[in-house]
């Protein structure tokens, strides 16, 4: 069993000590410096990697040490993934290479591999592993890599010697490959040999402009790393992503909901989770990791989570009576989260019971991104918690005269296409005041 340990070095570089490497196994004992760089007040030897602050004030200050703090921690892991890959896929034990863990670290054998020809997934593999960018973005290259190797599959049901090339990827191919992801699911009928593993593969415009963008990523890095000089998107438009007007609930209907009494007391936690949601504006994956220490002054600050990694701001948003009103409920020194919180997708199905049990139940109409058509449906059965921020946003944006300000406390990043679908709201108060004239 291989073992990767990260330590401090004794010497200090400044106010700084060098992060070390170790690595063991059967007959391996191998140490080398990563040439990365810490502060030893923000080091967990514990759990050998950075430790985040989490301050009570943000200053320009703090906010350029968290950022920089998540940039080693991101390195970190791809120093230890890399490691891991290349022992794993080494063609025999490194046990008389002295050198071995010294070139993987400081990545030589990448750098070698970078002047040959990779093939088209072992470059996508290099893409995933060497990317710097956030777990779950990684997640999405790996996505968009299991399509293609479907793509290539039912392609060869018809050419057998078809095969993907970084090379010879034409705007041609892209607009297969773009017709594949539209039309995909039927393919999983025809070849289910091919498909036994996979789920529901349908997909809407806007998640297969999604999957081009991650595509087109993808051939930028590889032309940016000297593995091709093709530019297949150069020539190739991706369709822009297509949302409906946002759906939200008025503070009324928010207010019958918070006051409606549910079948069960896991349904009445769940609205009240929710409608705190709806007073905060967080992302559910923010919500999901407040604690108390997120409370400062009478607010709750973080930093929003989709944003981290290239715009690590800090959101503060006062909590009001109902907020401070739901906190107290809950407030429990034995739990870590701020809430009982269960599950994303339970709470999201539960969420959807909590309005029905409330008779929010009303028509809407939404634009379905499958079809490109609008549908209607009860107010019911499209709650998620998704709709919380939307309402909190919707409502505010009605009232106040700065958009940016109400940005600042949702945690949108400027010039956000999401944030745009509000100012439909910009007509409805324009009327208004153009009838003070009459």
Same mark, same amino acid.
């Given at each position: 069993m291989a073992t990767i340990y990260f330590s401090l070095s004794a010497k200090k570089v400044g106010r700084k000590k060098q992060i070390m490497v170790r690595f063991g196994a059967t007959g391996i004992n191998q140490r080398a410096k990563s040439?990365?760089?810490? +502060?030893?007040?923000?080091? @967990?030897?514990?759990?050998?990697?950075? $430790?985040? *602050? #989490?301050? &009570?004030?943000?200053?320009?200050?703090? !906010?350029?040490?968290?950022?920089?703090?998540?940039e080693v921690e991101a390195q970190l892991r791809e120093l230890r993934i890399r490691i891991e890959d290349a022992y794993t896929n080494a063609p025999s034990? *490194?046990?008389?290479?002295?050198?071995?863990?010294? &070139?993987?670290?400081?990545?030589?054998e990448e750098k070698f591999v970078n002047e040959e020809q990779l093939d088209f997934f072992e470059a996508w593999d290099a893409f995933i592993r060497l990317k710097q960018v956030s777990p779950k973005r990684k997640q999405m290259f790996a996505v968009v890599r299991n399509i293609l190797t479907r793509f290539e599959k039912v392609r060869r049901m018809k050419d057998e010697r078809f095969t993907l090339s970084l090379t010879n990827f034409s705007p041609v191919l892209l607009s297969e490959f773009e017709l594949f992801l539209r039309d995909e699911s039927k393919y999983a009928d025809k070849y289910p040999h091919i498909y036994k593993n996979e789920r529901d593969v349908s997909r809407g415009q806007n998640t297969i402009s999604c999957r081009l963008q991650v595509f087109r990523a993808f051939f930028n890095w590889a032309i940016n790393n000297n593995l091709t000089d093709n530019t297949p998107f150069k020539k190739y438009k991706i369709k822009p992503e297509i949302y409906g007007t946002p759906i939200y609930i008025s503070k009324e209907e928010r207010d019958i909901l918070y006051h409606h009494e549910m079948s069960t007391e896991?349904?009445?936690?769940?609205? @009240? !989770?929710?409608?705190?949601?709806?007073?905060?504006?967080?992302?559910?994956? @923010?919500?999901?990791?407040?604690?108390?220490?997120?409370? !400062?002054?009478?607010?709750?600050?973080?930093? %929003?989570? #989709?944003? %981290? @990694? +290239? =715009? *690590? /701001?800090?959101? =503060?948003v006062?909590?009001?009576s109902i907020a401070n009103a739901i906190i107290k409920k809950y407030k429990d020194k034995? &739990?870590? %989260?701020?809430?009982?919180?269960?599950? /994303?997708?339970?709470y999201n199905a539960n969420i959807k019971t909590c309005f029905k049990e409330a008779g929010l139940t009303r028509? !809407?109409?939404?634009?379905?991104? =499958?079809?490109?058509? +609008?549908?209607?449906?009860?107010?019911?059965?499209?709650?998620?918690?998704?709709? $919380? =921020?939307?309402?909190?946003?919707?409502?505010l944006y009605q009232q106040v005269q700065d958009p940016n300000l109400i940005a600042s406390m949702?945690?949108?990043?400027?010039?956000?296409? %999401?944030?745009?679908?509000? &100012?439909?709201?910009?007509?409805?108060?324009?009327?208004?005041t153009v009838s003070l004239l009459e």
């Open positions: 040439g990365l760089y810490v +502060d030893e007040a923000y080091w @967990d030897d514990i759990l050998q990697t950075v $430790a985040i *602050p #989490k301050p &009570r004030l943000f200053t320009d200050e703090i !906010i350029a040490t968290i950022k920089e703090l998540r034990a *490194p046990l008389h290479d002295k050198e071995w863990l010294k &070139r993987i670290v400081s990545n030589e896991s349904l009445n936690q769940v609205r @009240d !989770i929710f409608v705190f949601q709806c007073c905060i504006g967080c992302r559910v994956s @923010d919500l999901l990791k407040l604690t108390t220490a997120n409370i !400062i002054d009478g607010a709750i600050e973080y930093i %929003a989570g #989709k944003t %981290a @990694d +290239d =715009r *690590p /701001e800090t959101v =503060r006062p909590l009001n034995k &739990r870590v %989260a701020l809430l009982p919180f269960i599950s /994303e997708q339970r028509t !809407i109409t939404v634009y379905d991104s =499958r079809t490109g058509k +609008d549908k209607r449906m009860p107010l019911c059965d499209y709650a998620s918690s998704h709709m $919380a =921020r939307r309402t909190f946003v919707g409502n949702s945690g949108h990043v400027e010039g956000s296409k %999401a944030f745009a679908r509000y &100012r439909h709201i910009d007509e409805d108060l324009k009327r208004k």
